[in-house]
């Protein structure tokens, strides 16, 4: 018996690309149905090559679904979350809206898998299993082999971050962007209140009264949960840059026990989903172009932190596609996990 499997959000940046790694990993379904606004109902989307038919969400959508996949934003997974967990349905979710509430888990696959061991999809009891943030997945991919190794007491982490995470809307206008500014045009600002091409600009989530904004508090109380371990001091500064799809991190750790750079790049070498470009002869290092599309996350620029006497502190700067391992790879890997089970 095969899970039927819908998506919501199917006509979105993740949304599509839940399509093509479903497709490219051949995910058994024993039916797919996509669903997305009233504005895209009726639409023809291409599943291996058939057409399936967009259907308008609705309340009834999850009476023949076993999982469903959602990437339409926190207040629709809000709102149809529930039901569809209260249908049978196995939620995974992308939004932020069900991350923190402690009987969620909150998973990367290749970190945690253990805490979604309770979900089981064919008892039809429902549930919700929360896919992380993206730069959480991005950089924990990376910190967390080290982690385990000595220990992490203080991470200090700076994103680079790709137009993606902002939806397909917000790529389309960093390329319309572009090109209106190299013909000398006035730019279309219908997203972000600031220029994006040839600019750069702190993160668009909510400011809290701290100074910080909602993305990088994410990426502090995240990193603690999927850990389960309290006991570390994290600080995050988030960007956006003229990215297409692709984010970048610069990260700083501070260590419990010693780690020695040949021992760090060891690890990460060995870590499932983690890929080294770190040549310093070369001066080759990870970048977003080379990771967009990629499904592994990239570590490089492995380095002992100068401003330490001791073998405690390393920097490291890494890369991974947004859309992929950031959002819908890793939800469709918390899938696989699922039919494991
Ligand atoms: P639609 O294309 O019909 O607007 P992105 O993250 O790339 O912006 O995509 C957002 C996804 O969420 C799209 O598939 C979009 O569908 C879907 N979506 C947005 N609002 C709703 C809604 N009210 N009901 C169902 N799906 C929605």
Known sequence: EEPRVAIVGATGAVGQEFLELLDQRDFPMGSL?????????GKAMTFKGQEITVEELT???????????????????????????????????????????PDVPLVIPEINAEAMKDIKWRERKGGIIANPNCSTIIALMAVTPLHRAATVKRMVVSTYQAASGA????????????KEA???????????????????????????????NEEELKMVKETKKIWSFDDVSITATCIRVPIIRAHAESINLEFEEP?????????????????????????????????????????GRI???????????????????QIRKGAALNAVQIAELLLEQ
């Open 33 to 41: 149905k996509l669903l997305a606004s009233a504005r895209s109902a």
């Open 59 to 101: 309340d009834k959508s999850f009476e023949d679904v076993d999982i469903a996949l959602f990437s339409a934003g926190g207040g629709i997974s809000k709102k149809f979350g529930p039901i569809a967990s209260d249908s049978g349905a196995v939620v995974v979710d992308n939004s932020s809206a069900f991350r923190m509430a």
């Open 167 to 178: 939806g397909q809307a917000a790529m389309d206008e960093l390329v319309l962007q572009t």
């Open 182 to 212: 190299l013909e000398g045009k006035e730019v279309t600002k219908d997203i972000f209140p600031i220029q994006y091409a040839f600019n750069l600009f702190s993160h668009n989530s909510p400011m809290q009264s701290n100074g910080y």
């Open 259 to 299: 780690l020695s750079e040949a021992k760090a790049t060891e690890l990460l070498g060995g870590a499932p989903g983690v890929s080294l470009i770190d040549n310093r002869e070369e001066n080759t290092f990870p970048t977003p172009l080379e990771a967009s599309f990629k499904d592994d996350v990239f570590v």
């Open 303 to 321: 380095r002992k932190d100068i401003s330490r006497e001791d073998e405690r502190g390393l920097d490291l700067f890494v890369c991974g596609d």
